[in-house]
């Protein structure tokens, strides 16, 4: 969890520089003092006076560097906020205008049956592209606040993995064979929502960025018998090298906001990054080979079991949530979950109804 910086801690380094100043200073004109009225000093004490005027000042100028560090941080962060503004007025103003523009046209004139249902279509995407943004938001609130951890449950990583890429294919509008998951059947114990999240991001990343024709590949391996990698590469421009730390900040994205076309927040892989520390794995940033970028997530300790998957699962990935579970009932959320609607949450309670994963109108990555 990414704590938020109070003001206690530069308040007491900036009181202790100006004592120590203060000291240095008291220090050096008692010195002058001495050496214009002759008074003689034991060697003892001139070694000491000047041991001590070292270690004041080295601890001053420590203080100052550190100034210096929380200065440019403090710069970047609101560079960085700033372009999170244009991201998100950019973002609600645009789907506002569409359904602005769209009522408007459905009250002042008649419409035939065709454009009623196209008018209506459009209007739905827009309204989700909100509620994306919405959700996206409360996502990366939820993990800077902290969430207490879930029960792990046994879920079919392979399945999830098809219906996020289906998810992404149609928020995106794309053809469904532009992401492709290379996966055995695969089975793992772990946070079911959180998952839903990391992997969301991690593939609406991957299509919104991808080249033309767009081309997204996300393979499942094992390793050890019990890690589990998930890599997902796209076809892009890739990200240089310098900048691949960035991009896991919180409101990053490469580029001058105002010039940029697509569209997102600077939250998605912000959001993955720490996710995956949530689940006691790491992620990281590789070149894909012939071009673009490959995220890679490493899972430890998850796998509960790899076999090959039939033809029935690849062409046929389940059209409900709930197929992910192995087990015979739905999942539960436990009762020390938060009820509210985040990223393909129906209000879910406590103990009450069971946990949907996704729908097309979650966020995007990035």
């Not at 827009?126 to 509620?131: C, K, S, Y």
Request: aromatic letters at 4%; one cysteine or more; proline letters at 6%.
């Amino acid at each position: 969890m990414l704590e938020r910086r109070s003001l206690k801690g530069p308040v007491v380094l900036g009181v202790v520089m100006i004592v120590l100043v203060i000291i240095l200073a008291a220090m050096w004109v008692v010195g002058n003092i001495l050496g214009a009225t002759g008074t003689p000093v034991s060697p003892t004490m001139f070694w000491a006076m000047l041991a001590t005027g070292g270690v004041l000042l080295t601890f001053v100028l420590a203080g100052v560097i550190t100034y210096l560090t929380l200065t440019v941080k403090a710069f970047n962060l609101n560079r960085r906020q700033s372009n999170f503004i244009d991201s998100v007025t950019h973002e609600l103003k645009s789907p506002l205008a569409s359904l602005k523009l769209y009522l408007q046209t459905m009250t002042r004139r008649a419409v035939d049956a065709d454009q009623q249902q196209h008018f209506h279509r459009t209007m739905l995407e827009d309204v989700e592209r909100l509620d994306s943004l919405i959700n996206h938001l409360l996502d990366a609130a939820r993990i800077e606040r902290g969430v207490e951890p879930q029960p792990p449950a046994t879920v079919r990583l392979d399945q999830l993995l098809d219906q996020l890429a289906q998810a992404a294919c149609l928020r995106y509008r794309t053809d469904p064979g532009v992401v492709s998951v290379r996966s055995n059947q695969v089975t793992v114990n772990s946070q079911l929502i959180q998952l839903e999240i990391l992997f969301r991001n991690l593939i609406d990343n991957a299509v919104k960025y991808a080249g033309d024709p767009p081309e997204v590949v996300v393979t499942v391996s094992t390793q050890n018998q019990k890690d589990v990698i998930v890599r997902v590469a796209d076809n892009g421009c890739g990200i240089p090298m310098d900048q691949r730390r960035k991009v896991f900040g919180r409101f990053v994205r490469l580029g001058n906001e105002l010039e940029r076309s697509k569209p997102g927040t600077g939250l998605g892989l912000y959001l993955v990054r720490n996710v995956a520390k949530t689940l006691g794995g790491v992620v990281r940033v590789n070149d894909r080979t012939g071009g673009g970028t490959e995220f890679e997530v490493l899972l430890r300790s998850v796998l509960q079991h790899e076999q090959s998957r039939s033809s029935d699962d690849t062409e046929s990935p389940p059209s409900s949530p709930l197929d992910f579970s192995t087990g015979e009932s739905p999942m539960k959320l436990p009762t020390n979950q938060f009820d509210q609607k985040g990223d393909g949450q129906e209000n879910i309670k406590p103990d009450e109804s069971t946990v949907p994963l996704t729908k097309p109108g979650g966020p995007s990555g990035g």
